[in-house]
């Protein structure tokens, strides 16, 4: 196995859950659309077309990977981004449904989660339990078991935390 070039002659990087280096393969797959095929791709000009149509090619290498619809597939900026679409799109969902307003964490989540949580609270009316972690970190599954209720609409609970 190759190490990453970014990684050679340095020391360990433990730090995964925050970011990773870029393989080679796809930084090279990359650069064309990051130096000149670098428009909008929501934009109606051939800059923005070009950079569409990539997307659209990836939507669909990633869709068939994962052996889902294209149109299943949503791409974000980044983890905290990814958590307030699902959070929120989940919740608001659910909500606007009848079928709840009750959410579940932990104390120690992502701030990403933790913030949606607070937002969702203070300008929807959700009500959110935030269950206590022991000593390493974990939640008691049956604190979870407990705090679900007729009106639990989603539980989000960290599976490792990198601190």
């Not at 959700?126 to 974990?138: N, Q």
Request: aromatic fraction near 6%; glycine fraction near 10%; charge should be negative.
């Amino acid at each position: 196995m190759t190490k990453h070039p970014g990684l050679e002659n340095g020391p360990i990087y433990l730090d995964y859950n925050a970011t990773t280096p870029v393989d080679p393969a796809v930084v090279e797959a990359m650069l064309p659309y990051l130096s000149r095929h670098f428009g909008n791709p929501s934009s109606t000009h051939a800059y923005g077309q070009m950079a569409h149509h990539a997307v659209d090619a990836v939507r669909r290498q990633v869709a068939s990977l994962l052996g889902c619809r294209a149109q299943e597939i949503t791409f974000t900026g980044g983890g905290s981004e990814s958590d307030n679409l699902a959070l929120r799109g989940v919740a608001l969902a659910r909500q606007m449904r009848g079928l709840g307003n009750h959410i579940i964490t932990q104390v120690t989540e992502h701030p990403a989660v933790i913030n949606a949580c607070r937002a969702l609270e203070r300008l929807h009316g959700f009500r959110v339990t935030y269950l206590p972690v022991d000593g390493y970190g974990r939640v008691d599954p049956g604190d979870v078991e407990a705090a679900i209720d007729a009106q639990t609409v989603l539980v989000s609970i960290m599976h490792a935390n990198n601190e």
